[in-house]
């Protein structure tokens, strides 16, 4: 089975850090993903990378960068957290863009004080 | 699936029941589409998947229904138990790749077992 792990399931901040969540998937997988999870808005696409170096912008990429430097890796940075950055985020990849589900990892609960 | 604002749409079902939740999707040229399974804490799971060139797919206990004249999914779950308490998201990815063109998500909705 694919595993998508995520390195931190609660994370608590204060406003101005410099944030890094790190995902990492055992697959192989081409595509990995960046999302947040909101009550009510449920998930909003961050960044997604298609390829090593390669990355594109989601719905709602103000406020973040990414980093994929390994094929296995992809790192969602808060250059500077805020309060309105916490939340749920959830780390996905996927083979294929078009034919295949995304596998997600259990998330990253990430609070901005 | 829509936003309904702060509070998700909820299913109450006594176990031993069937459940049925449905979802709107938006684009009608969308190819594939996939319900995920998320528990309290964790993750979006898998749990079926169909594409547009079906109506209908079963797995074990669970059925997707797919209505294409009304852009309608349905999940259907037989004999409904606690572990199936979860909140239910449909997911469709349209047929052109860009930027703006990735697997889209609905709002999801809370299916709530009552033993």
């Known amino acids: 089975d694919v595993k998508v792990t995520q390195s931190s399931r609660y994370l608590v901040k204060r406003t101005g850090e410099k944030v890094f969540l790190e995902c990492v998937q055992d697959m192989d997988h081409e595509n990995m993903f960046w999302y947040r999870q909101d009550p009510g808005l449920g998930l909003r696409l961050i960044y997604f990378?298609?390829?090593?170096?390669?990355?594109e912008k989601g719905d709602i990429p103000e406020g973040y960068s990414v980093s994929r430097e390994k094929k296995e890796r992809f790192s969602l940075i808060l250059e500077s957290a805020s309060t309105n950055q916490t939340s749920m985020y959830l780390c996905?990849?996927?083979?294929?863009?078009?034919?295949?589900?995304?596998?997600f990892g259990s998330g990253t609960r990430l609070t901005v004080v | 699936g829509e936003s309904v604002g702060l509070h998700l749409p909820t299913l109450s079902v006594q176990e031993g029941d069937n459940s049925i939740i449905n979802c709107a999707y938006s684009?009608?040229?969308?190819?594939?589409f996939i319900w995920y399974k998320q528990e309290s804490g964790k993750g979006p799971q898998f749990i079926i998947d169909?594409?547009?060139?079906?109506d209908k797919r079963q797995g074990q206990r669970v059925t997707v229904l797919l209505n294409k004249t009304v852009k309608h999914l349905s999940l259907q779950i037989a004999a409904t138990q606690p572990g199936d308490s979860a909140v239910y998201f449909c997911a469709e990815i349209p047929p052109l790749l860009n930027a703006g063109n990735m697997l889209t998500f609905g709002g999801g909705t809370r299916l709530m077992v009552k033993p």
């Open positions: 996905a990849s996927s083979l294929s863009l078009f034919t295949d589900g995304y596998t």
């Open positions: 169909i594409r547009s060139n079906m």
């Open positions: 684009n009608s040229a969308s190819d594939y």
């Open positions: 990378s298609y390829d090593v170096k390669m990355k």
